[in-house]
């Protein structure tokens, strides 16, 4: 589509209104993709705010941004009123450390970690080494998931002596992994790490309507679209959009927070970020609104 002067006008100033702008698919608390949440992952591990532009508010706006940027896919990132890219240039860019560099984060090298391995884990690396260019590599994101994997060193690497084994870590990782033990049981590699946050709470439907019942002071908050929302919704729960993501950070961060979706799934996502803005009591209601129509509400519509 040809972008007119007067939206390619509003979309110039949309990328002008923060040094770091980010056109995603939903909010930064409730992305509705898995490129935009990774995205979002790597910025709220660099910068404490930053503006985002939910595409999916206006067809046009979703059209008209990859017609400005000349870039197919969202999500996108502006830094300074320059277009970056999209999730894969991004990421690149985080773990070389360009990323940082261009925002004007300030990259120190990170205290070597502390990891030790059970013989039985360095056992089961020394057998999988088929390559002599291999060696094991360790990758913690920011919601603290370990990836174990065997590759070939990449720029920027750390490599941790563990109590036999060379392990290699990207610098973020390494900033998550000190007392890290690394084992090896049945059914594979068991991870213990000491630095991991609180969890999410699992809370069915049944357990939710009881708090209701009791008139126990918690906030619910859906994270799906207004087009889901217009076939099924919950009274008591207010829609996660810009509004609600104000609402939400109002809100003092020992108070009791849940989050619903269709089938928990993204809203369990929301929910870890509302963990890392500080909130201690937050809540994931299983099975979604889906699993509340099937036992506690049937009048609640099923989609």
């Known amino acids: 589509m040809a972008l007119n002067e007067s939206f390619g006008k509003q979309i110039s100033e949309l990328v002008a209104k923060s040094r770091v702008v980010l056109f995603m698919k939903g909010t930064r608390h409730a992305p509705q993709c898995g490129f935009s949440a990774t995205v979002v992952q790597i910025l709220d591990g660099l910068v404490p705010s930053y ?3 939910d595409v999916l508010s206006s067809p046009e706006l979703r059209d008209g941004i ?3 940027s000349k870039w197919p896919t969202i999500p996108q990132l502006y830094v300074d009123g320059q277009f970056v890219g999209g ?12 990323l940082q560099k261009l925002i004007g984060v300030e990259l120190s090298e990170p205290k070597t970690p502390a990891i030790t391995m059970t013989d039985a884990a360095i056992k089961a690396f020394e057998a999988a080494v088929t390559d002599a260019g291999d060696a094991p590599h360790l990758q913690i994101d920011a919601e603290y998931r370990h990836e174990l994997f065997l590759g ?3 720029p920027g690497d750390i490599e941790v ?3 036999a084994l060379p392990l290699l870590l990207d610098r973020s990782s390494a900033r998550r992994a000190d007392g890290v033990k690394i084992d090896f049981v049945v059914g594979g590699f068991k991870i213990d790490n000491p630095n991991e946050p609180p969890r999410v709470k699992s809370l069915t439907p049944k357990e939710l309507k009881a708090m209701f019942d009791r008139d126990e002071k918690i906030e619910l908050f859906d994270v799906r679209t207004p087009e889901e929302r217009a076939i099924a919704k919950l009274d008591r729960a207010r ?21 619903h979706c269709h089938h928990g799934v993204r809203s369990r996502a929301a929910a870890e970020r509302a963990l ?4 201690k009591n937050v809540y994931n209601l299983e099975g979604g609104i889906d699993a509340w129509s099937q036992t506690v509400d049937p009048a609640i519509a099923r989609y």
Do not use: Y
Not at 276 to 279: A, Q, R, S
């Open 51 to 53: 503006e985002t532009v």
């Open 239 to 259: 829609h996660l959009n810009g509004e609600g993501e104000k609402l939400l950070l109002a809100l003092d961060r020992n108070a009791p927070v849940a989050f």
């Open 66 to 68: 990859k017609e400005f």
């Open 87 to 98: 999730c894969d240039i991004v990421r690149e860019m985080h773990a070389s450390g360009e």
């Open 152 to 154: 070939p060193p990449a």
């Open 276 to 279: 890392k803005e500080g909130f």
């Open 161 to 163: 002596r563990t109590n």
